[in-house]
């Protein structure tokens, strides 16, 4: 993935993470309907893993990406 001119990021990242988080709550989702909780219990549950899964691998390719863009300063 080749970073424009223009910006200092590349948007298939957070694609991706929106998609992984996706797929992993709707693994929470399945796994929660076949067990015997109150449906209230299974939205908020999945919704909690979305936010999760979500939010740590979005801070992890924000941190990749500053450190990427740092290396890049330094070689130049």
């Known amino acids: ?3 424009s001119a223009g910006r ?3 948007a298939w990242a957070f ?5 992984i988080a996706a797929v992993v709550t709707f693994v929470t989702w399945l796994t929660l309907s076949l ?9 908020g549950g999945s919704a909690l893993v979305f936010l ?8 992890y390719v924000l941190s990749c ?8 300063r330094s070689r130049q």
């Open 65 to 72: 990406m500053r450190r990427h863009r740092a290396q890049g």
């Open 52 to 59: 999760a899964v979500g939010g740590t691998l979005l801070h």
């Open 35 to 43: 067990s015997d909780v109150d449906r209230t219990v299974q939205i």
């Open 8 to 10: 200092d990021f590349s």
């Open 15 to 19: 694609v991706m993470v929106a998609i």
């Open 1 to 3: 993935m080749k970073c």
